[in-house]
């Protein structure tokens, strides 16, 4: 076909290509290129950085440990993993403005000012952490900055949905989920291990531990204290059923406690513990053969000089006393010089059998050593320390003791583990005969009956125990201002179960108290309390009965010197 030449008309109606419309087009072309060039630049960067950086650095929380349930002995979880955000930064793979991320930044986690952001943006390092359990609105806003840089991830997170209940047997973690105190610590194996699926069950009650904690944080907050601690165990296993320390410590805000509450006084903590004492200092007689009878006198002056000492009581009898009657009235001078006939070498031997020479048993990591009279360890420490003066053990070797003594003598080491078949209760070493064991419960049950402890009695469940004040040492001296007090109970005393240990440390007196800060005024309560409301979930039920059970013990009292 031929070709159609244009008319003239037709070329006139043609536009005139200009120069400059070309040239336009040829701008527009570069502008396109060039971004379609650093868009395809971005691209590969960003594909270069996830294919081929180190994979070490890709996202730190890999090694935070993810670890096994904590359960108290019922199932009920204590402590708990579970996943949260995390917002870390790679400050090599950054590739926006790092001055305006690190305002960004700033705006919203203001921890930092921008100059702190913009130095670990221009930092070496290959990945840091900017905020750890963020909230998921953080982590969206933060997303939104839509910086590659930005890394975004999910980590383990130790947590305790109980709060601080048990806190001090609990412990708790580091950012990395490694325990750093307490059980968490003891078990950073086992529950990062074989029992990260099961968990690991302790002994310890959450019922109980609840109202042992409840009933001492009462007591500690009525009598101004500065600090409490408390033990519940089984007496014929050595489980600790419940154990805390006052101040609380919260295991989910770790960092925000101060070192008070994360000290831990029922274990860490040692104290002269006063007249708690003088059960074992009569138990050591009996079983030496040099107490015979509860009815066995001594002489009990107002005032016993021991060398350059005096010893005094609160309730002085100024003459013949018994032991029964000596312990009944928490007397000093009877129990010295009871002490002074077991003397200085067996104090020691009995004292070391029970273990209150060394740190106390349990698995706990935080264990104070006690502290003896040494190598001064002669006539006048063997007084004091026959009436719980002169030597300081923990609230956890107290009752340790008390479990020793009426259990049918029998030491065995605290745990917080529960016991089962694959970890049955130990044989346990002899400490205290079968019958001297079966004879002190009718003085301790005295002591509650009729004597300084009768706060501490909870109806229906036939309490024994012994109290202690302790004067404290302030300024080098011991202070009748400032005291322990103590109140070590067993029930029911019929047929021993259960130890119940409560301290305060520096209880102040009030007006229910008429001004008396000791131990039968504000302790012995807690100890009433406390086994009022666990008893039935012991399965130890009030039986009103029960005094007439101990009838078979009760004639020891009254038993005349022969």
């Known amino acids: ?61 890999v090694s935070a440990i993810a670890r096994g349930d904590i359960l108290d002995r019922n199932g009920i979880p204590l402590a708990q993993t579970i996943e949260v955000w995390s917002i870390g930064i790679h400050p090599e793979k950054v590739i926006g403005d790092k001055r305006k991320l690190a305002v960004s ?40 900055l839509g910086e590659p840089g930005i890394d975004l991830g999910r980590e383990p997170e130790r947590i305790y949905p109980q709060g601080m209940l048990a806190a001090h047997v609990l412990g708790f973690t580091n950012f990395d989920g490694a325990g750093v105190s307490g059980m968490e610590k003891v078990l950073n194996g086992d529950l990062t291990g074989a029992a990260r699926g099961t968990g690991v069950m302790l002994s310890i009650d959450s019922r109980v531990q609840q109202a042992l904690e409840a009933e001492l944080g009462a007591a500690m907050a009525k009598f101004s204290a500065i600090g409490a601690a408390g033990v519940v165990m089984d007496i014929q296993t050595g489980e600790v059923i419940a154990l805390t320390s006052l101040p609380e410590l919260n295991p989910n805000k770790p960092a925000q406690q101060g070192p008070d509450a994360a000290f831990n006084r029922a274990t860490l903590g040692v104290y002269e513990l006063g007249s708690t004492f003088k059960p074992f200092t009569v138990a050591m007689a009996m079983d030496d053969g040099i107490i015979t009878s509860f009815g066995q006198s001594y002489d009990c002056p107002r005032v016993l000089q021991a060398g350059r000492f005096s010893i005094t009581d609160t309730h002085p009898f100024g003459g013949p006393c018994t032991v029964a009657q000596i312990m009944q009235e928490s007397s000093n001078i009877g129990t010295a010089q009871i002490a002074a006939q077991v003397g200085a070498t067996r104090q020691r031997e009995w004292l070391r059998r029970m273990h209150f ?36 053990v923990s609230p956890l070797h107290l009752a340790t003791g ?65 109290t202690g004040t302790a004067e404290k040492i302030v300024d080098g001296r011991y202070s009748s201002r400032a005291v322990v007090t103590t109140f070590a109970g067993v029930f029911p005393m019929e047929a021993p179960r259960y130890v ?31 086994i009022s409301r666990i008893g039935p979930m012991l399965n130890v039920m ?7 059970n101990m009838a078979e013990v009760l004639p020891y009292i009254h038993e005349k010197e022969e």
């Not at 108290?513 to 000791?518: C, D, R």
């Not at 009030?542 to 007439?548: F, K, L, V």
């Open 357 to 392: 020479l060394e740190k106390v048993s349990i698995e706990l990591p935080e264990r104070g050593r006690p502290l003896t009279p040494g190598d001064n360890w002669g006539d006048i420490a063997t007084m004091t320390v026959g009436y719980g003066h002169g030597i300081a």
């Open 402 to 466: 008390y479990a020793t003594l009426f259990n049918g003598g029998y030491w065995r080491p605290a745990t917080l583990l529960k016991h089962d078949a694959d970890r049955p209760v130990p044989k346990g070493e002899r400490v205290f005969s079968a019958e001297t064991s079966y004879k002190m419960r009718a003085l301790l049950r005295l002591v509650v009956m009729k004597g300084t402890g009768r706060k501490a009695d909870a109806p229906g469940y036939r309490v024994g125990g012994k």
């Open 500 to 530: 119940v240990v409560a301290m305060l440390d520096d209880p102040k007196g009030t007006k229910e108290t008429y001004g008396f800060h000791t131990a039968g005024w504000n302790v012995a309560p807690v100890v009433s309390g406390v």
């Open 105 to 144: 930044l700033a705006q919203l986690m203001p921890e930092r000012t921008p100059a702190e952001y913009l130095k670990i943006l221009n930092s070496k390092l290959t990945f840091t952490y900017l905020r750890r359990r963020a909230t998921p609105e953080l982590v969206a806003a933060v997303n939104r």
């Open 1 to 61: 076909m031929a070709t159609v030449a244009p008319s003239p008309v037709q070329l006139r109606a043609l536009p005139e290509r200009r120069p400059e419309l070309a040239l336009a087009h040829i701008r527009l072309m570069l502008l396109m290129l060039l971004f379609i060039g650093a868009t395809a630049a971005i691209a590969v960067r960003i594909a270069y950085l996830a294919a081929f950086a180190d994979s070490s650095t890709n996202r730190a929380h």
């Open 542 to 548: 009030p039986d009103p009965n029960r005094e007439a």
